[in-house]
């Protein structure tokens, strides 16, 4: 079964993240949530000005 989450390692600021982190609890978020949140937020935003993204096949 083909597995539709991909792990993806992320580097960033200490300080940067810790306050992320602060602003995803304060949601009642793990950090992995909030960042997830973001992203379709951001897809979303984008899709609506530019049309949609269709993913290539892999």
Partial sequence: MKDN????????????FQK???????????ANREIEQYLKRCVAAYEKENGEIVPEEN
């Avoid at 992320?20 to 793990?30: D, H, L, M, Q, T």
């Fill in 5 to 16: 989450f991909v792990r993806y390692t992320l580097r960033v600021d200490r300080t940067l």
């Fill in 20 to 30: 992320f982190r602060y602003i995803a609890e304060s949601k009642g978020r793990s």
